[in-house]
């Protein structure tokens, strides 16, 4: 069948609040996010935008090891938020600042005047936009304790907003009984977007030595198996919220980036999908999004933006 | 990296024997059917006390780490009886690989683990190999015996002179390559000391492969934690060529702490 005029005519670029995308995909926090040369690494091969590890006031050493586990649908880490702090952070931010592609600055604080310090931080540094971690579950005292309060979303998400210029994205956590209840939230302090989700809390236990396996037992699922409960997130916030939304969970392919957008995102990040692909599977999900816009007539992204949502 | 097959999470193994290698080091044996080649590395998960990264020292039906005892983890490690269950995550990583016909394996202290197999690997397929060992002090060495059987020439240093060569292993390699020439040099030690062999490499125009440490975390390339200028020592290395480690500004400089921070060697 001879290419139609049409079919060239897609495009791929996405745009956000603060946010030129030349495609939908962008790497997810704490994947190859500790080092700027890591970073430099993901955007040239291809992703639409980078998220940082998520940055502290401190240096944090996170949790002993293991830190990482495997299971049948998807990987468990419990990391616990180790990043250089702030200061140091500086050195590996600004190498990729002001490359081709947007740096968003992804921080995490115990509450509202920590995450002011930071985001004020992040913004000198130069990032596009600001990524608050209000969801990391098994980082005590930070992360998910805040992200489940609402009354805590609304209080950090007005400081931050208040402090800083560039857009504020919030990233959300699943464990909690009403996802959309906490979007509602960010929208009335005036947040600029939701990125959903973070992790799942989970656990793995090995039977010969009747013991969890991560040093700090608890920690967060990621990758194929999160993708459905991502994919619900997602579809809940957009029927609630007029917020852009950045889906992340389980996308290992074009196919699973397209779900996510006809649920409601405007754009998609990839965590686990470096482990189970490479770092290849960012221009790999990019031709698979081209190869199904093409197959069905849709010419930009925007077109696809929520149309599964009913009602 | 494309995914592997099996899943990455700790296979139980039990400990068969344990072998004192010298004051500090023991070589622990368990049973374990991966293949691994020489250089690649295991995590070995020590139940409530940490996962640290161990090179494969012994490859055949009997597996080995040989530990050496600097801290928390390697004093459990080495405190484990026979019977005692530890898990094994792996093999992970890059592995030696002996091309040429004629090699110089250059060994500081606990760098040996990793070479020891790659020596007798290359031995039995006929190689030559010349070895140059450097320890603090002659109650550091190990492996003496085995390593007698699979190297032409084996060249011990000390940087206290208690036993061959006085002075630190670079310069005895200095020296062995103002008379020889090899093919290639296989090194794994302190990172100062493969810095100079791989000076003296490149000086010498001679095919470099060198084994690094980083702190490792997951294992597996996502967590960033063993990164070094965008490589990850984890799925990168641990063993590098020459060209690679000349074009790494941190190498022989700098290492990231468990924070990630960038600190001096
Ligand atoms: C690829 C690779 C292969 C190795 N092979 C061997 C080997 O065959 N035999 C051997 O004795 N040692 C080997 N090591 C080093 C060994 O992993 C460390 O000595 C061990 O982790 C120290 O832990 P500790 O709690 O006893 O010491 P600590 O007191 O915690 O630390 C001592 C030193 O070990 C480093 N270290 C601690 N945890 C880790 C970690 N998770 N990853 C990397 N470094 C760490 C610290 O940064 C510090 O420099 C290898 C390391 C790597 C990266
Ligand atoms: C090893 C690892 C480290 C992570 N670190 C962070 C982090 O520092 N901050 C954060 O907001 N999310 C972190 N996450 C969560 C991811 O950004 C992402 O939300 C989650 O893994 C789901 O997406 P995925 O299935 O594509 O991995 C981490 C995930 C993994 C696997």
Known sequence: MPISDCDKMVDIATTLPGLKLKNPTILAAGILGETGASLENVAKAGAGAVVTKSIGIEPREGHGNPTFVETEHGIINAMGLPNPGIDNYKDEVESIIGTNIPVIGSIFGADAQEFEILAVEMEKFGVSALELNLSCPHAKGYGAILGHDKEKVLEITKVVKGAVKVPVYVKLSPNVSNIAEIACAVEDAEGDGIVAINTISAMAIDIDMALPILSNAIGGLSGPGIKPIGLRCIYEIKAETELPVIGVGGILSGNDAIEYIMAGASAVQIGSGVYYKGIGIFSKVCQQIQEFMDAHSYKTIKEMVGIAQKG | ?265
Not at chain 2, 97 to 108: I, N, R, Y
């Open chain 2, 1 to 265: 990296m494309p995914k592997k097959d099996n899943l990455e999470l700790p296979r139980i193994v039990k400990i068969l024997d344990i072998v004192e290698e010298n004051p500090d080091v023991k070589t622990i044996f368990f049973e374990d059917d991966f293949e691994a080649y020489p250089g690649q590395f295991v995590m070995v998960w020590i139940p409530s006390v940490d996962e640290v990264p161990m090179s494969v020292s012994y490859l055949g039906e009997k597996k080995g780490i040989t530990v050496k005892n600097v801290g928390k983890a390697t004093s459990s490690l080495c405190k484990l009886k026979p019977g005692d269950k530890i898990g094994i995550r792996g093999p992970h990583g890059t592995f030696f690989e002996a091309t040429g016909d004629s090699l110089l394996v250059v060994a500081g202290g606990i760098g040996i683990a990793p070479l020891a197999p790659l020596m007798e690997n290359a031995h039995n397929i006929g190689k030559q190999i010349t070895l140059a060992f450097g320890a603090k002090s002659k109650s550091e060495l190990l492996f003496i015996n085995r390593l007698k059987g699979c190297s032409r020439e084996l060249n011990i240093s000390t940087d206290d002179g208690s036993l061959g060569f006085h002075g630190f292993v670079s310069d005895l390699v200095e020296d062995i390559l103002k008379k020889q020439s090899f093919d290639e040099i296989l090194c794994c030690g302190p990172e100062i000391m493969i810095k100079k062999i791989a000076d003296l490499a490149k000086l010498n125009g001679i095919p470099l492969q060198a084994s690094l440490e980083r702190y490792m975390k997951c294992g597996v390339g996502i967590c960033d934690s063993c990164a070094i200028d965008g490589f990850h020592v984890c799925i990168d290395g641990p063993v590098f060529s020459g060209k690679i480690l000349s074009e790494l500004a941190d190498f022989g400089r700098f290492r990231r702490d468990a924070c990630g921070r960038r600190v001096e060697l």
